[in-house]
């Protein structure tokens, strides 16, 4: 029992009394108020750069939107020169991040599906045994070869692991569940080259969410399962639950909408397939059993809400989750430049985490 | 070295080619970028309940932006009457919150310092020598006596810890650095109450800046430090550094602005004090040492950003700190529905985070 020691509401309270009381009432409401409340009206706002990030970040924070942001590929064979003038430009700065990070890279294939295989320079003698198996984001439909590998070249890099990355396949070539089987294929390989024990999968974007929806098939077929995963702010919901899908829009300078290009991608791959298949949007498949899990995004990320939603779906299923959010940083934007001390402590954080879950 | 499998750039892009290549440019501009990128212009926009919260949840979440979020009380004398009649609206929520979690409360005094010590109906055996004490929120003007309890409740009745509560001393009774002050009596005491070993500080807002001052006074003072702590969404930087106190404000239906009510009550207590002391914006303090933390915040919460920031420096000192973000969640969502699952879990979490890094 409370002793109330005086007696409070008896006295004149003033010019202010009523502001806190509108507060609280927000908190004890819940009855009379309608469970649909009117949308918030939220005014434009003018953003500047956050103050407390590096001159590198800044710069990528500090970009505008991406152009043509809201350009709607409809097919595959639409979307082939978007991604084949994407990877042009972005393979250009392929060879300055191998040699910044000594990191050799070479194609091969595994039973068939395309792949690389990333080598730093020198691997700790507790590296040794372990192998990364890597997903390449891009909405299922961007990011073919070399483009795909700044993410695992920086976990190679940062981290001083040796790296499989799955260069799968996408449309127009082959649509879902291509690419999943692609990612399977090497998965199962990996775990043939090194003990499962000591491997982990990671990935950004379609890439994380191919991470956990590996994880997903695994269970179902019975496969062994990484010691660990990296899912990076994971496209865990195509059917466009997640708030901040509507809080960041607009803001978010690489996704900018939840109706810009990355739905469209995605659904040009899904060709049909229901989006809320937890092979597509995994934030509804079942956690139980996953492997610990370290989930990073931002607070500008148009995915922050599936990022933290995967969080939380996976501490309800009892599983050991870590979470890192990057200050003002959009989507992905800790795979941009590897000179950014962001980028830097993001990918030691994850090898960190690996390091410590994956046997030696 | 990369071998190129196939030559690109060399056909025909087509009418999509150039939009990948302007969205891969804002990686790679760095060089001929202006340092100072001017304010991204984000428009208008009308922001539903999200789809995927609980309906208690949703409803707090709903709620229309606090009224009068805009006052500008400049003294102890003005904040007074506004504490005054925030506390009886609050304190009527704090019996019915006492039965549904089986808590028990008494006032107390402790070395002269104000406080509540809260007992659960039933104390698990690794529980019973283990104490925690909090400090509660209100920007260091509001939620005097039984107003600053519900945390302490929830704390107490859904992890079934024995919490001391400080009822520090606030405007206009008494400026900076008074609760500061009274916050390290109790610990004093705490620490002679139970072994420091086998307790932990939280508290959150004003209440999560006030934790972590508490562990950078122990540290300077050579005080014991506790086994655990949890700041949740800490007023961890009262110079208006953080992004999201930008990206979240009008978003965020608690604090609303960085120039609304919650700043004038910092800057009240602080009585003139330098802002940037880590004592009243603790991101700047010097966490090496601290123990394990584990901090809460919203996506929505216009103290994103500086819980985030807390994190990043927690990591960087070497520090295991966990995070979790309530989805759609504005300032302190968590600490106003116990029948909110999501409140619920957020304590289980923070919970089990103590649990583990207490000794039994």
């Given at each position: 029992m409370i002793v109330r020691s005086r007696r409070l509401g008896r006295r004149r309270l003033g010019r202010w009394s009523g502001v806190l009381a509108g507060w609280l009432a927000i908190a004890s409401a819940g009855a009379q108020e309608?469970?649909?409340?009117p949308p918030l009206q939220v005014p434009a706002k003018s953003v500047p750069?956050?103050?407390?990030?590096?001159p590198q970040m800044a710069k990528i924070i500090g970009?505008?939107?991406?152009?043509?942001?809201?350009?709607?590929?409809?097919?595959g064979e639409e979307w082939k020169p978007v991604a084949e003038a994407g990877a042009a430009a972005l393979g250009k700065l392929v060879p300055g991040m191998l040699e910044r990070l000594k990191v050799k890279v070479e194609r091969t294939t595994i039973d068939g599906v395309r792949a690389f295989i990333l080598t730093p320079a020198e691997i700790p003698p507790e590296n040794r045994d372990r192998l990364l198996v890597h997903v390449h984001g891009g909405c299922y439909v961007l990011n073919p070869g070399e483009a795909g590998l700044p993410e695992a070249i920086f976990m190679a890099g940062f981290g001083r692991f040796k790296v499989i990355s799955v260069d799968y396949r996408m449309p127009p070539e082959a649509y879902y569940p291509a690419a999943h089987d692609d990612a399977m294929t090497v998965w199962k390989a990996a775990t043939k080259m090194a003990d499962p024990k000591k491997t982990a999968i990671f990935g950004t974007s379609a890439g994380g969410a191919l991470t956990l929806a590996m994880v997903l098939r695994a269970k179902q077929e019975g496969l062994p399962l990484p010691a660990a995963i990296a899912p990076g702010t994971p496209m865990s919901d195509t059917t466009k639950v997640g708030d901040s899908f509507v809080t960041n829009a607009m803001l978010d300078n690489v996704l900018v909408s939840p109706d810009g290009f990355c739905d469209d991608g995605a659904k040009v791959y899904a060709n049909g397939h229901d989006l809320k298949d937890p092979m597509l949007s995994p934030v509804y498949g079942d956690m139980h059993g996953f492997p610990p899990t370290i989930l990073t995004t931002g607070t500008?990320?148009?995915l922050l809400s599936n990022t933290v939603r995967v969080h939380r779906r996976l501490r309800d299923a009892g599983v050991e989750a870590a979470l890192q959010v990057g200050e003002g940083q959009s989507h992905a934007h800790y795979i941009r430049d590897d000179t950014a001390p962001e980028t830097r402590k993001v990918f030691e954080e994850i090898a960190g985490f690996f390091d410590k879950h994956l046997g030696k």
């Open positions: 309608s469970p649909q409340a750069v956050p103050a407390d990030v590096s970009a505008p939107l991406r152009s043509n942001w809201n350009i709607h590929p409809k097919t500008r990320d148009l």
